[in-house]
Structures are given as structure tokens and as C-alpha cells.
């Protein structure tokens, strides 16, 4: 199993003046720990998950070149780009300069939007949940296209390309790879069989977790769904179905990279919230015998000098 950082919270100590050397350095410590990858919201306004809106949220892009600039291996992607947000060919070019100034390691996280109280905020139109997804499997096809150098006109009901050029292609072969975040079981994952080299669920919470998580979120938020279940077994369902609909569209299952999305916070003696390196380990090898492939995770101490030094252990176990 592969381990990912995800980095959504900057209230730092030192505020916006040392969010550079901050965030530099978080990635140089993921790289050193061995974590495969770094990913970021893709958000305006900081999201219910984390606090009020006015708490300070770095656009995403931007982040993560920089993050690419102080780092050599991690694979770097959003968690994930709402569709509406910015043009499809517009984000398949700013992933493609990404991919190439980094070496080849960008990925495209990618969804159906949500928030919708900053885009109402920003003037970006709030779609009807119907159009959000025409809109995000024709962003996908043209990505498809873009990046096979496909550059023959685009007709679909949303979006019209005359010329979807994509000069320098990518580096990643055969493209960066593409994660469509969502857990529907009838739109999103009939996207993901088509589209998609991964998807995302969200970790199975711990009971005290889970409350914490959901404290500020709104009730339609999806990590409310499902309350008082058995978080492993809702997991071990969904993937089931996800397999299910692989099949229908003929998507070979190994094909697909499984990745989960979690808060877990480390010390050396456990407690207050926290989990020693062997029960992280033990949880992650847990995820991994549900045929989870890439778990990324959240530490809530990540601005803290030497916070990732203890997942360095549990990277070293369970790969």
C-alpha cells in the first residue's frame, strides 16, 4: 500500500508570511517519510470540514507548483477540482504544465462540485446536480482527448472545442493519471469504470472521528451519510458495487487504483485522538486487505517541525 499527504488547513503559526517555508517544508518531510504522494483541495473559500469560510485557503494550482519545486517524487493532485470551476480544456492545461515542470507527477483530481456558498460568492454559476455531471463526463472526455493528441473538434452539450490543442504533452505515460472523487453508486462510479485510472472514498472513521469531522458540516454533506453503520462494511459495500459496475463496462478492476481519504494524527504513546505507529499500521493494513491500494491521510499537526517523522514507520510497514 502507498501512502499520500493531503494538505486543506493553513492556519499555521506565523500566519500567511511563513506559509512558504511551511508548506516547503511539509512537502520535503513527506518526501523524506516516503509518502508517494501530495494532494490539495481545490477550494476558494476554506471548506465547513475545516472552519468558517474566512479561514485562509490557498489556491490550488499555485500550491502545488510550489510544492513541485521543492520536491522530487511526490506525485501532486487536487482532492478534487469541481468541474465548474474552471473550463475543461483550460484545467487539462494547467494539469499538463504541471505534469511537465514537475518531472511527470501531477495528477487530475477531479468531481462534480459542491460548495456551493463560494460559488455563488465568486460568481461562478450554481449548477442544477444533473448538469454537474454532464458537464464532468464531458470534462473527462476531453481530457481523454487532450491528452492523446486528439486535437479534432470537440461538439458536446456543455463545451465546444474547436482546436484542443495540447502543446507539450504530458510526461506521464499515458497520460497523469485521473481520479474522479465521489461515491455515488449510479453516476459516479459508472464515470469512474469509464474514465477514471482512480477513485476516492473516505476513510472508515472511528466513532470519535467521525463526530469531530462532522461537528460544522452541513446536513446534506456526504460523510453524514450512513451515521451509526459499520464504517468498514459501508466500505467494503461500496467497493463491491464499484467492482460491479467495472464489470458492466468491461474495466478490468486491477486497472483501477483505490484510494481512501482519512484524519489520522500520530504519537509515540497513542491517545488524546491520536494513533501510535503500530495501530496505524494495523489500520492501514486493514484498508489494504479491503483491496485499498493508496491511502492518503490528514494529520492535524502538520504545520508541526517533525510531525511526519513518526509515519515514516508506518510508511516503511505497509508498503
Not at 499520500?4 to 488547513?9: K, T
Not at 473527462?140 to 487532450?146: D, K
Not at 499515458?174 to 469512474?192: A, C, D, N, S
Not at 476516492?200 to 472513521?205: D, I, T
Request: glycine share 12%.
Amino acid at each position: 500500500m502507498k501512502l499520500g499527504l493531503m494538505v486543506s488547513a493553513f492556519d499555521w503559526p506565523g500566519g500567511s508570511r511563513e506559509y512558504g517555508r511551511t508548506l516547503g517544508r511539509i512537502g520535503r518531510d513527506a518526501e523524506q517519510a516516503g509518502f508517494s504522494s501530495l494532494w490539495v483541495m481545490d477550494h476558494f473559500f476554506q471548506t465547513p470540514l475545516n472552519g468558517p469560510p474566512e479561514g485562509d485557503c490557498l489556491e490550488a494550482y499555485t500550491t502545488l507548483a510550489y510544492v513541485a519545486g521543492q520536491t522530487t517524487t511526490l506525485r501532486l493532485g487536487t482532492m478534487v477540482s469541481g468541474v465548474t470551476h474552471r473550463h475543461p480544456a483550460v484545467l487539462v492545461k494547467t494539469v499538463t504544465t504541471l505534469d511537465v515542470l514537475s518531472g511527470g507527477r501531477a495528477a487530475l483530481g477531479i468531481g462534480a462540485s459542491w460548495y456551493e456558498e463560494e460559488q455563488r460568492a465568486y460568481g461562478i454559476p450554481v449548477r442544477p446536480l444533473r448538469e454537474r455531471f454532464e458537464r464532468l463526463e464531458e470534462a473527462l472526455r476531453i481530457a481523454h482527448r487532450m491528452w492523446a493528441g486528439d486535437e479534432s473538434p470537440f461538439k458536446g452539450e456543455h463545451y465546444q472545442l474547436e482546436r484542443p490543442l495540447n502543446a507539450p504533452a504530458p510526461l506521464s505515460r499515458p497520460h497523469p493519471p485521473i481520479l474522479v472523487g465521489g461515491q455515488g453508486e449510479k453516476r459516479t462510479f459508472r464515470l469512474i469504470a469509464q474514465y477514471a485510472d482512480a477513485c476516492n472514498f473516505y476513510e472508515p472513521p472511528t466513532p470519535e472521528m467521525l463526530a469531530e469531522k462532522t461537528r460544522t458540516l452541513p446536513p446534506d454533506h456526504p460523510m453524514r451519510r450512513g451515521g451509526g453503520r459499520d464504517p468498514f462494511g459501508m466500505l467494503r459495500r461500496k467497493l463491491a458495487v464499484l467492482r460491479e459496475r467495472c464489470e458492466e463496462y468491461g474495466r478490468p478492476w486491477t486497472e483501477l487504483e483505490k484510494t481512501t481519504l482519512g484524519g489520522v494524527t500520530l504519537s509515540r504513546t497513542g491517545g488524546s485522538g491520536t494513533m501510535t505507529p503500530a495501530q496505524a499500521v494495523d489500520r492501514y493494513g486493514a484498508l489494504a486487505g479491503l483491496g485499498i491500494d493508496h491511502a492518503v491521510v490528514e494529520p492535524s499537526d502538520l504545520h508541526r517541525p517533525g510531525a511526519l517523522e513518526l509515519w515514516g514507520e508506518v510508511v516503511a510497514q505497509v508498503r
